[in-house]
């Protein structure tokens, strides 16, 4: 049963770290709304039920797992976003190399699009400025923050 909750709206400008900073904030402002109201009911208020289905999110470490020969760009960068903080990040591997990603973002340039369509999915197609650019199997991202594992 639920005392009392709150929705916070988000914009695209949110990331994960401060989308965390953000819960805390209304985690803090909840409770103590929900604890007046116990309170002033003299602690006999029991909450209402949950409207639809019941939600609760458990982290599988296989979530954090990219397969750049099956999963498409967007689906990759929505991945890389929910994880993107530096105590989580995503982990796959890039030429036998292990790497945690932090950061990445979508190319749309067309002719750089098109200058590397024919290389294969998940292949570094280009390291530069400690960024590298990695085929996927429908277009290209930028991966701008990482770190190599041993």
Do not use: C
Request: no cysteine; aromatic share 10%.
């Amino acid at each position: 049963d639920i005392i009392f909750q709150k929705k916070n709206i988000l914009s695209p400008d949110i990331d994960l770290g401060l989308l965390y900073h953000l819960a805390m904030k209304l985690e803090g402002t909840v409770f103590k709304h929900g604890w007046n109201m116990l309170k002033e009911a003299n602690f006999t208020y029991i909450g209402k039920k949950q409207a639809g289905e019941a939600t609760y999110f458990n982290r599988d470490p296989l979530m954090q797992v990219l397969d750049f020969k099956k999963q498409k760009t967007d689906d990759l960068l929505l991945t890389i976003k929910s994880f993107g903080i530096e105590n989580q990040g995503v982990f796959t591997t890039l030429d036998d190399v292990k790497y945690k990603i932090i950061e990445a973002e979508k190319i749309i340039h067309k002719p750089l699009l098109m200058m590397y369509s024919n290389n294969l999915p998940g292949k570094v197609i280009l390291d530069y400025d400690e960024k590298k650019l990695v085929k996927t199997i429908d277009g290209i991202i930028k991966i701008t923050r990482f770190s190599i594992l041993s």
